[in-house]
């Protein structure tokens, strides 16, 4: 069974789409998407060989080879440009999709839709995307086995976005949700900050540590102000 974290994956695919899921794994969220008919075409894409093997022994388990590819190889360098329209990336660091998508960035073209799922640092994604003339259409929050996943679904745009230094860091969509998990989210992300402000107190001061403190101070009040 899909675990709820990737099913709400699936929920921002729409019917008809063809699918890239890059870091795929066991395969797992195409496999489904298939197999619920929301999708005719699918590519897995997965740079590490045991993982890969997954990948492609779930897809012949299922009966599905011919309708999902798996590919081997890293990030978007798997697809050539125009192959699908909507690409997933889930289960990783939010610097590590960002470097993903920013390396990978001539094989986006034709790609319509972004649906990332970062397990740290959301923000790095979010900035991304700005940059890079996407934008956030909507973004989920849920939690699963007591840890807490974001979703984001961002889509090509000519405006550009532009989005205040809060919903950066927690999400525009999430931020005027403000749902129960998000709530709980931020004030634990608040008391381990706290924490470690405390710890810098007693350090020695040197102009980097300095800085490290205005940075956390500054990421301290957006959180509470929100
Ligand atoms: N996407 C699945 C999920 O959300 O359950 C699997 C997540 S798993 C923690 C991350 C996977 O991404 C690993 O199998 C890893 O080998 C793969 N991966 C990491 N960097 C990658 C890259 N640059 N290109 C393709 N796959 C990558």
């Not at 798997?78 to 990336?89: N, W």
């Not at 259409?137 to 550009?160: C, G, P, V, W």
Request: charged share 25%.
């Amino acid at each position: 069974q899909l675990s709820q974290r990737l099913k709400a994956v699936a929920d921002f695919v729409n019917k008809g789409e063809t699918v890239a899921d890059i870091g795929s794994d066991h395969a797992y969220l195409p496999c489904y998407l298939v197999k619920t008919n929301k999708v005719n075409r699918a590519i897995a894409g997965e740079i590490v060989e045991g993982p890969y093997q997954s990948a492609v022994r779930q897809v012949k388990e299922d009966q599905l080879t011919e309708k999902i590819e798996v590919r081997k190889g890293n990030g978007l360098t798997v697809l050539s440009p125009g192959e699908v329209t909507t690409v997933t990336i889930a289960g990783m660091g939010g610097p590590l999709i960002s470097d993903i998508l920013e390396n990978g960035k001539d094989r986006l073209t034709g790609v319509q839709k972004l649906i990332l799922q970062p397990n740290i640092s959301a923000i790095s994604i979010r900035q991304w995307l700005l940059n890079n003339g996407w934008q956030i259409k909507d973004e989920k929050i849920l939690e699963e086995d007591r840890k807490i996943y974001e979703i984001i679904l961002a889509e090509r745009s000519e405006n550009h976005q532009s989005l205040s230094q809060q919903e950066l860091l927690l999400g525009p969509v999430l931020l005027k949700e403000k749902s129960a998990v998000f709530i709980n989210k931020w004030n634990h992300e608040l008391v381990q900050l706290r924490n470690i402000q405390k710890q810098m107190e007693g350090a020695e001061v040197s102009p980097s540590l300095s800085e490290k403190k205005k940075q956390l101070e500054q990421k301290i009040l957006l959180i509470e102000e929100a």
